[in-house]
């Protein structure tokens, strides 16, 4: 796979980075501020919040860099129709994950990559489930600080991937970005194109 155009990611995410870095991939970051997501109408459903999010993070970008070609996620865990958000202190993360706790959960990354003539976008959806989980480890893991800047309390590729008993689909998408998903989208706007193995050497 050979990359033909440059890229912006609208995203402070180490995960989405990392994942975009490890499939080969050169762009900038240009973060949208925090307030851009204040003007998303209350009581979406959680698909529509994540699309609404990751659309106003690109819009904002690229509305900035003319011409460029912008990619926006956004990240939501749900449980029984609940968002379960980033924890605002330990107490809130031993909550959703005593919540999760033996449970299967859905998690819900939509992206939308903005061009100078194009918009791609989509929702991934993967289920995960829980193991049942003790409070005496719910409580180590909580005062670790990994859960703190992720949906739902837990990372799946850090420690909290020992919480995790069963995943149905995307794994890329529980850490932040369905990377599969994302290069398909590259391919059809030509970001990337698919090129043997000795041409991108």
């Known amino acids: 796979m050979r990359q033909t155009?440059?890229?912006?990611l609208a995203s402070g995410s180490p995960r989405r980075k990392r994942l975009l870095l490890d499939a080969g991939l050169a762009?900038?970051?240009?973060?949208?501020p925090p307030d851009v997501e204040e003007n998303i109408p209350p009581?979406?459903?959680?698909?529509?919040?994540?699309?609404?999010?990751?659309?106003?993070k690109a819009g904002f970008v690229a509305k900035m860099n003319p011409g460029a070609f912008v990619l926006g996620a956004d990240t939501v865990v749900v449980l029984d129709?609940?968002?379960?958000?980033?924890?605002?202190?330990?107490?809130?993360?031993?909550?959703?994950?005593?919540?999760?706790?033996?449970?299967?959960?859905?998690?819900?990354?939509?992206?939308?990559?903005?061009?100078?003539e194009t918009r791609e976008e989509e929702a991934v959806k993967t289920k995960v489930s829980f193991r049942e989980i003790?409070?005496?480890t719910i409580g180590r893991y909580a005062e670790s600080g990994?859960?703190?800047?992720?949906?739902?309390?837990?990372?799946i590729q850090g420690m909290g991937g020992g919480l995790v008993d069963r995943v149905e689909g995307s794994y890329t998408n529980v850490?932040?970005?369905?990377?599969?998903?994302?290069?398909?989208?590259?391919?059809?706007?030509g970001?990337?194109?698919?090129a043997p193995l000795h041409s991108a050497i």
Do not use: W
């Not at 155009?5 to 912006?8: A, D, P, V």
């Not at 970001?191 to 698919?194: I, Q, R, S, W």
């Open 81 to 116: 129709g609940e968002i379960l958000g980033k924890p605002s202190s330990v107490e809130d993360a031993s909550r959703m994950l005593g919540l999760l706790s033996g449970r299967t959960h859905e998690v819900i990354t939509a992206f939308t990559l903005l061009g100078p």
């Open 175 to 189: 850490v932040g970005l369905p990377v599969a998903e994302v290069l398909n989208a590259f391919m059809r706007c």
């Open 191 to 194: 970001v990337v194109t698919d």
């Open 146 to 155: 990994e859960p703190m800047d992720k949906a739902g309390a837990y990372a």
């Open 43 to 56: 009581g979406l459903e959680a698909e529509d919040e994540a699309m609404r999010r990751a659309l106003a």
């Open 27 to 32: 762009f900038d970051v240009v973060l949208a």
């Open 5 to 8: 155009q440059h890229f912006i």
């Open 134 to 136: 003790d409070e005496e």
